[in-house]
């Protein structure tokens, strides 16, 4: 059981949210504190050729292997392309989550793929251990 | 529809700071993320667990354990004036235990200069429920449980002392008044009794100059059974030898250094630190720079703000097997990003918030961190409880911490609408 310092409700003392615990030995937990700054998360990788940079590839799916994680994680997915490593990226895909679902998409082809993870959620805890990119290979460039 | 791509060790590298496109192994950005195994996660929750007793960052501190409580000591800096305060397990506030006689503490240095280093605490456990600190500034203090004091004029110990250390049965002061590269030491087993720091032939006071440093000593950390001591280039050891010199000088290894009094963390018999040639480990024997070129550059000659690196304050964090450095990046007159450096999987990774202090959680079961305001958080309360306590330092074991809308976590706890004890 657990209760909020008072009445079930926040008090805020200069930014931090006291609460308290009342734990099953009856013992209270005082002075545990919530603040409210938050910070972003987030994960891109390198440009990615599979192999071949002068290949286009249309990406289709995106595939995160997510252990370890708690209630739902709000994990958001861009699929950024590029034929040159001068010019600058082009966002293709910018995903939101659908359940557990994999990132369906469609992409233009380019020869490099990149992929930027983002968790937008208030702190859950995840892990992700590995990633695949499926789609097609549309071909050389020239 | 194929495979294109099947990454399975996603820890690969880690974060490639600085690195050009073909050199990186996997990850070219990120923030607030840390490899472990073969996966990635977000850094570790934190709990916030004592609000601010005054605005200020802290500077300086350390666990002990004092009348049979664990308990947090911590200097924190409100302009030039400091103020000491403790956190035992059973209290659920901050106490301030500065000095009662003798006035408020004075000039410590709020922003490096360029004569000046921030100033920071240094504190030693004397064992015996007593704790010594000292600031550089004002005489070193001494707290048997109550609140700091002077120590004894009668003590003749130096007036003043950057660092304090404990070897056997003798306390250190180290960059005193008598010099930026001596080393004192009191007579064996009385750090304030008559006289006691008075080298005599009836007592085991005495002191020592390290000469062959280049600069004022800035750190002090233990290694074994010495006392591993930092200038910006050079590291010695002062250990004990016994009667009649009592304490004798060894130097290490040149071209290691430390940038800060916190600038360089030990993890068991390793020490690893930041200088201003870059991220080093050593045992006292051989080194190694863990930095590769390119992040070296991009630490320095681009992140960091070099003339505010006296605040720089490493931690160890030995649930995450790695060490972190909290840093003023460009910009910043306060720590507002860390480097983390993971010595289980050798990889680097960085974090987006800053904190003024840490303690590695040397008396209770986690790391303390300490924000630029003041306020305390505990780091992985929410991943590992330990067992049932009197404390809101302890958990449940079942008992899980979510605040608003997920875990705390990076620094913060969400909105805290709910707490969930399940």
């Known amino acids: ?142 | 529809m194929k495979e294109m791509l099947n990454i399975r060790d996603v820890a690969q590298g880690g974060l490639a700071l600085g690195l050009k496109h073909d050199s990186i192994p996997l990850w070219e950005d990120g923030s607030n993320i840390v490899f472990e195994d073969a996966g990635v996660r977000p850094i570790p929750a934190q709990i916030p667990v004592v609000n601010k007793p005054i605005q200020g960052p802290a500077r300086g501190g350390l666990e002990s354990r004092v009348d049979g409580y664990r308990t947090l000591i911590w200097a924190a800096l409100q302009g030039a004036e400091p103020k000491l305060f403790r956190r035992r397990e059973n209290e659920g506030a901050a106490t301030n235990v500065s000095r009662t006689s003798g006035g408020a503490y004075s000039n410590n240095v709020i922003d490096e200069t360029r004569t000046d280093n921030a100033t920071f605490w240094s504190f030693a456990n004397w064992g015996s429920d007593t704790v010594v600190g000292t600031d550089g500034v004002n005489p070193i203090q001494i707290y048997k449980g109550t609140t700091f004091e002077n120590i004894a004029g009668t003590a003749d110990a130096p007036t003043y002392a950057k660092i304090v250390a404990r070897i056997q049965q003798h306390l250190l002061a180290l960059n005193t008044n008598n010099g930026d590269n001596v080393v004192e030491w009191c007579s064996e087993n009385d750090i304030d009794g008559v006289g006691a720091w008075t080298p005599a032939i009836n007592n085991s006071a005495g002191n020592l100059v390290l000469r062959h440093l280049s600069s004022a000593i800035i750190s002090a950390v233990p290694l074994g059974e010495s006392l591993a001591v930092y200038g910006t280039d050079e590291m010695f050891a002062v250990e004990y030898v016994g009667p009649p010199y009592y304490f004798g000088q060894r130097l290490l290894l040149t071209n290691i250094g430390s940038v800060s009094r916190y600038g360089v963390v030990p993890a068991g018999r390793i020490h690893y630190g930041l200088s201003h040639r870059g991220i080093f480990r050593t045992d006292g024997i051989s080194m190694e720079y863990i930095d590769n070129p390119q992040l070296h550059d991009y630490l320095f000659q681009g992140w960091v703000n070099l003339e505010q690196i006296s605040k720089t304050v490493g931690v160890h964090l030995a649930g995450d097997r790695s060490v972190v450095w909290f840093l003023c990046t460009k910009g910043s007159m306060k720590p507002n990003a860390a480097i983390q450096y993971n010595y289980g999987n050798q990889t680097f990774t960085r974090f987006s918030f800053g904190r003024s202090f840490g303690t590695s959680g040397d008396v209770f079961f986690f790391p303390h961190l300490i924000d630029n305001d003041g306020n305390v958080f505990q780091l992985q309360v929410g991943d590992i409880a330990p067992s049932v306590g009197e404390s809101p330092f302890y958990f449940d074991p079942e008992c899980t911490i979510t605040a608003g809308y997920g875990e705390a976590g990076y620094g913060e706890g969400g909105w805290g609408e709910l707490l969930v004890y399940s």
């Open chain 1, 1 to 142: 059981m657990v209760k909020a310092a008072g009445e079930n409700s926040l008090s805020t003392v200069d930014g931090i949210a006291q609460v308290q615990i009342l734990d099953s030995g009856g013992v209270v937990r005082q002075y545990l504190a919530a603040s409210t700054d938050t910070v972003s998360c987030f994960l891109q990788t390198k440009d990615l050729h599979a192999g071949d940079p002068i290949i286009r590839k249309i990406v289709d799916l995106v595939e995160l292997d997510i252990t370890d994680q708690s209630f739902h994680v709000d994990l958001h997915v861009s699929i950024y392309g590029r034929d040159d490593l001068t010019t600058p990226r082009k966002l293709l895909a910018d995903l939101t989550p659908n359940g557990n679902n994999p990132f369906r998409m469609h992409t233009t082809g380019y020869g490099y793929v990149s992929l930027r993870i983002e968790d937008r959620s208030i702190r859950r805890r995840w892990k992700l251990t590995g990633f695949r990119i499926l789609g097609n290979m549309a071909g050389k460039r020239y």
